[in-house]
């Protein structure tokens, strides 16, 4: 009986102590989560970029490698001297696309009077539709600042801001709402507008459409600036197929986005579209 | 056995650059498996007697590295998966006890009820989206579970949870 009664004070004391770390690690990972989240980037980024690298040139040479499976007998040599040297310039080939892409931004950021700060994707949330970027609140970059491409892709909005990184939720995310202008080939019509709503997995919808406004199969959409947090005419995708429906009150369609999370090398940050 | 220890904070931490920096660029339908999630899965799956204390550790550091790499504060997904963790303890004590026939069964209606329990306390929304991350996660865990069940039964042969 006794044994009984120690065996039951132990585990109701192991039990106790357990509960107690438990406490004082949620408590301290509360209370200072932003800056052991800060810390941990600073540590993990060298190898996050690293397998970032690897997995595009990875992917890449997957992709190519199955595009190519026809021709593969004929050229294999070829193939073969190919891979090394693709592999040896890939490095290179990033600082030129870099710079290409800097260039192209600024001309584009100048044509807009915007001031961009470039950017570098590290970490990609997929559940969440969200990407961890390498600017943070030293680089002046704060909450709700657009993040587009060079070419004027809309990718989505700084969401958290980090001393050295911030997170960006992605127009994909679930919360995510965005006006758009549906942009027709006659300039005479009147322009419809609508809503772009993130549906998760990378995959957007276009909502609120009226339902006697005309959608054709690859209109283009873009920001319409009506919501306050994204300049005018950023590129957002382009309409796959309208879902119809005639209990709704409005149109909805299928979208393809114009962002490619798995290929871009860098990204934007509007630095003063917000103060305007 | 202290080595242990470190092994677990290596292996989480590998599998979760793993699943933010590599996978993404192998996506299908924007879907990337939680490596982190089915590792912790498989570690409380297979839980052995007198494991308390390091199943407890892999339980902190399981929602540590989900959380680091998401939106959600630091400290959420550690009750989440705290809560899992005695709720699958409670079942898979269960499942010992009916000696396991159907042990892979199991293991999939399990994972797939905590994977859609977790989704949906990240997400807060319900979508069909969830069903592809599932279905890819359900896929991965699979083969984490054969795996898993070589070095199991490598380990302790004597294990009363007998497996297919």
């Known amino acids: 009986m006794n044994l009984y009664i120690k065996k039951e004070n132990f585990v109701v004391k192991k039990i106790m102590i357990k509960s107690i770390i438990l406490v004082l690690i949620l408590a301290f990972l509360y209370i200072f989560g932003g800056q052991i989240k800060n810390s941990f980037y600073v540590i993990s980024s060298p190898i996050s970029k690293n397998l970032w690298e690897s997995g595009k040139v990875t992917s890449n040479f997957f992709e190519s490698f199955f595009a190519s499976a026809d021709l593969k007998n004929k050229n294999n040599g070829l193939h073969q001297e190919n891979q090394k040297l693709l592999l040896e310039i890939s490095f290179l080939k990033d600082f030129l696309r870099a710079n290409y892409e800097l260039q192209q931004a600024l001309q584009t950021g100048q044509t807009n009077n915007f001031s961009l700060v470039p950017t570098q994707t590290i970490e990609l949330d997929s559940l969440n539709d969200f990407i961890l970027v390498n600017k943070g609140q030293e680089d002046g970059i704060v909450e709700n600042m657009p993040v587009i491409s060079s070419n004027g892709v809309l990718y989505g909005k700084i969401y958290k801001v980090h001393k050295n990184f911030s997170e960006v939720m992605l127009i994909s995310n679930k919360l995510s709402v965005l006006d758009v202008k549906i942009q027709n080939d006659d300039p005479s019509l009147i322009p419809v507008y609508g809503a772009i709503k993130g549906n998760g997995s990378l995959s957007l919808y276009l909502d609120l459409v009226s339902s006697d406004a005309p959608l054709k199969e690859r209109d283009i959409l873009v920001s319409s600036a009506l919501e306050g947090l994204f300049p005018k005419n950023l590129l957002v995708g382009e309409i796959l197929s309208e879902n119809k429906n005639d209990l709704k009150p409005f149109k909805t369609a299928e979208v393809r986005p114009f962002f490619d999370i798995k290929n871009i090398d860098n990204l934007f940050i509007i630095t003063d579209y917000l103060k305007k | ?164």
């Open chain 2, 1 to 164: 056995m202290w080595f242990k220890y470190p092994l677990i904070i290596l292996l989480f931490f590998l599998f979760a650059l793993l699943q933010v920096s590599f996978l993404p660029h192998f996506s299908i339908m924007g879907v990337v498996p939680n490596l982190v999630f089915i590792l912790f899965f498989l570690f409380i799956f297979f839980e052995r007697e007198n494991q308390g204390g390091e199943t407890f550790f892999t339980v902190i550091i399981a929602g540590f590295f989900l959380d680091i790499f998401s939106t959600s504060f630091l400290g959420k997904s550690i009750l989440l998966l705290l809560v899992m963790y005695l709720f699958l303890r409670a079942v898979t004590h269960f499942l010992k006890q009916k000696q396991g026939k159907y042990i892979i069964v199991y293991f999939m209606g399990l994972f797939s009820l905590c994977f859609v329990l977790y989704a949906l306390s990240m997400y807060s929304l319900f979508s069909i989206s969830i069903f592809l991350h599932l279905i890819c996660n359900l896929l991965f865990a699979l083969i984490g579970f054969y795996v898993y069940k070589i070095i199991y039964k490598n380990s302790d042969a004597n294990n009363q949870l007998k497996l297919l």
